[in-house]
């Protein structure tokens, strides 16, 4: 596994102790002890900041964890984006779940933690050497 990539619902579970905190801890444990590496897109944090409060425990989270890299989204990225979108015939409803498979995938494949495995199945290309792995409570 190249990387380890957190959506809104992996990364909110971490930071503000979510129903799937612990399963999320437990594969940030792992590949930290790995050393793999860890992405957020910069979209997620997006979907994650909503206020004082919530901007707190999602900054918090990214300090306090620590090996946890922010995927900006630049011309590259974007256009992969784009093109992920289009080939499943979606609109940018879907830009941030496209934005979370792409930046596994520009980053040599790996793991994607989320809950909206559908979606984000249904956009993962084949032979990208990206997996998509629900979230299970613990």
């Given at each position: 596994?190249?990387?380890?990539?957190?959506?809104?619902?992996?990364?909110?579970?971490?930071?503000?102790?979510?129903?799937?905190?612990?399963?999320?801890?437990?594969?940030?444990?792992?590949?930290?002890?790995?050393?793999?590496?860890?992405?957020?897109?910069?979209?997620?944090?997006s979907?994650?900041?909503?206020?004082?409060?919530?901007?707190?425990?999602i900054?918090?989270?990214?300090?306090?964890?620590?090996?946890?890299?922010?995927?900006?989204?630049?011309?590259?990225?974007?256009?992969?984006?784009?093109?992920?979108l289009?080939?499943?015939?979606?609109?940018?409803?879907?830009?941030?779940?496209?934005?979370?498979?792409?930046?596994?995938?520009?980053?040599?494949?790996?793991?994607?933690?989320?809950?909206?495995?559908?979606?984000?199945?249904?956009?993962?290309?084949?032979?990208?050497?990206?997996?998509?792995?629900?979230?299970?409570?613990?």
């Open positions: 596994m190249s990387c380890l990539t957190l959506d809104a619902e992996a990364l909110s579970s971490l930071a503000r102790g979510g129903s799937h905190e612990a399963t999320v801890r437990a594969a940030l444990a792992a590949a930290l002890a790995e050393r793999v590496e860890v992405l957020v897109p910069a979209a997620v944090l979907e994650c900041y909503r206020g004082s409060r919530h901007d707190a425990a900054d918090g989270c990214l300090s306090l964890q620590g090996g946890i890299g922010v995927v900006p989204t630049d011309r590259a990225l974007a256009r992969r984006i784009g093109h992920l289009a080939s499943a015939g979606w609109g940018s409803e879907h830009h941030v779940d496209a934005t979370v498979v792409a930046s596994c995938a520009t980053a040599g494949g790996g793991v994607i933690l989320t809950v909206d495995t559908s979606d984000l199945s249904a956009l993962t290309p084949a032979g990208s050497g990206v997996v998509v792995s629900g979230l299970t409570d613990r």
